[in-house]
């Protein structure tokens, strides 16, 4: 079973103030549970959500000229 986290702890873990993953939750742009009134965010919904933002290097650096650098 996949663990629960509050937002405060989503928050962070992101190193961000509660309101962005309050408007994450908002946007529903983030997976998340309702238990009762209380909004939980599965440690899944988190990986899931850094993995499809996070930006991979280039191969090859590009000088400032748009060639490939020698």
Known sequence: MDGLLTVDQVAELLGTTVRFP???IEERRIRYVKVGRHV???ESALRDYIASRTVEPLRQPRSR???VAA
């Open 22 to 24: 309050r408007r994450l």
């Open 40 to 42: 939980r965010i599965p």
């Open 65 to 67: 000229f748009g060639r």
